[in-house]
């Protein structure tokens, strides 16, 4: 059965840092390029980052362009979010999710998601 679980979310002060990580069951990350999304109550689900198969390249959202930095580790099936600096304004439910090759391409396979809260 193919899941992906998230994990790391979490209560944290403005300024701090959460690193996410994407964890791969039933099946191999190697094939796919890996999306982080959040959605906050009320707006639209936003795509955050993408992060190529080989994790040589990775697409960032304006909103979170030089705070937040994907990685991956195909060894260990995992994917990563490290996100510094938060803000109140990154409180949402994120989400990770497979794409078939690209980050181009359509999602595959969606995680259940992971609750981040930024507030003092």
């Known amino acids: 059965q193919f899941q992906l679980v998230e994990s790391g979310g979490g209560l944290v002060q403005p300024g701090g840092s959460l690193r996410l990580s994407c964890a791969a069951s039933?099946?191999?990350?190697?094939?796919?390029?890996i999306g982080w999304f959040r959605q906050a109550p009320g707006k639209e689900r936003e795509e955050v980052s993408c992060?190529?198969?080989?994790?040589?390249?990775?697409n960032y959202a304006d909103s979170v362009e030089g705070r937040f930095t994907g990685s991956r580790d195909n060894a260990r099936n995992t994917v990563y979010l490290q996100m510094n600096s938060l803000k109140p304004e990154d409180t949402a439910i994120y989400s990770c999710?497979?794409?078939?090759?690209?980050?181009?391409?359509?999602?595959?396979?969606w995680g259940q998601g992971t609750q981040v809260t930024v507030s003092s």
């Open positions: 999710a497979a794409k078939t090759d690209a980050c181009s391409n359509p999602i595959a396979h």
């Open positions: 992060i190529s198969i080989s994790g040589s390249s990775t």
């Open positions: 039933g099946f191999s990350l190697t094939w796919y390029a």
